[in-house]
């Protein structure tokens, strides 16, 4: 395949996660201050959705009947005036609100004894939702899930009715499992990725190839049950490491994943590495999770994709903190910022 690369840049003035400041500008500008209001071409409304302690989003979609999602963190009892349920330090939450007025129809923590942060959501059939993070509580939402790691990710699917909890299936191994992303795919099921430093996956031996680093995992997961179709990891050089960010749907039977690294081969393909940290991006076969090819992309200094857009053409769009001043040889500039983020695209 040959690679076509085209970078533009605009300039930060903070170090920042890319995907989730777009999630909280985001969930600001629709979610975030105050009541309704109108505009003078057309009538719109904002909304708060908080407690008196800390909330955090991480993700808002919208749901097949129309109204939004809105999940993320939250050290409150109650959001929006609403008692959630939390139980523990901090506990994932999930809210939906009508699309016509931004009114809560439910809010509802999904945690435990100890701490769980919700980083991602996706929109399922009849209006419900799945949310995807990691906990250390070893029950969730009154399921005992038990305890494998120090943190393991957790799925859950919530009833779009009234918020209620279908099913929770945990990824888990004998170390700390984080979640990044997730997404719906063409088939009707979910995928989820992130970072693990285990050597086993809820059962599922892997192949590190590296010592103590992280390396990302994929897994494929049943949207009626949780039921777990395959977990793969994307291994590295032994004293390298990796982390996956992000996992789109290409709706050919395949799947983007992407991160970044600093090894010389992922998956078993040999990758070049430009600079200290380079993206990446892996295609898997959605039937068994096969890696049907991995490229890089980097600068002379440190890249960090932290989100991607699954593009028509079958490219990707990667958004990408960077400190590079080339990227794929292509001169990018050097800012006084230093840090800056970068759209590049990949076919």
């Known amino acids: 395949r040959k690679k076509k690369v085209e970078t533009t840049r605009t300039t930060t003035t903070v170090i920042m996660n890319v995907l989730l400041a777009l999630w909280t500008i985001a969930v600001i500008a629709w979610v975030g201050l105050g009541t309704s209001m109108a505009t003078e071409e ?81 929109a399922l059939s009849h209006g419900s939702v799945a949310i995807a993070g990691h906990t250390r509580s070893s029950t969730i939402a009154g399921v005992n899930v038990g305890n494998a790691g120090a943190d393991d990710v957790f799925v859950a699917k919530l009833s779009g009715v009234d918020g209620s909890v279908e099913w929770i299936q945990t990824i888990a191994g004998a170390s700390s499992e984080w979640c990044h992303a997730a997404a719906g795919l063409s088939d009707g099921s979910l995928a989820v990725t992130g970072s693990t430093w285990s050597r086993s996956l809820s059962g599922v031996n892997i192949d590190r190839n590296n010592y103590s680093e992280s390396v990302p995992f994929v897994a494929k997961l049943s949207a009626t049950d949780g039921s777990v179709a395959w977990i793969i990891i994307i291994s590295t050089d032994r004293y390298a490491y990796a982390s996956a960010r992000d996992v789109l749907d290409v709706g050919d039977g395949g799947l983007f994943v992407v991160g970044y690294t600093t090894s010389t081969t992922l998956g078993g393909f040999l990758v070049s590495n430009a600079g200290l940290t380079d993206g990446f991006v892996a295609k898997l076969s959605a039937v068994d999770g096969s890696i049907l090819w991995v490229k890089t992309v980097g600068g002379e200094n440190s890249d960090w994709p932290q989100s991607a857009i699954a593009l028509s053409s079958g490219s990707v769009a990667l958004f990408t903190t960077s400190d590079s001043a080339t990227m794929a040889g292509f001169d990018i500039g050097n800012f006084s910022t230093h840090y800056r983020t970068i759209i590049t695209w990949i076919s």
């Open 42 to 122: 057309n009538e719109e409304w904002v909304r708060t959705l908080g407690g008196a302690d800390y909330d955090y989003p991480s993700a808002v979609v919208t749901l097949t009947d129309g109204s939004i999602a809105v999940t993320g963190w939250t050290r409150s009892p109650t959001l929006a005036g609403i008692h959630i349920g939390k139980t523990g330090w901090s506990n994932a939450f999930v809210a939906k609100l009508s699309p016509f007025n931004g009114s809560v129809e439910w809010a509802v923590a999904v945690g435990g004894e100890r701490w769980g942060q919700s980083m991602d959501a996706v």
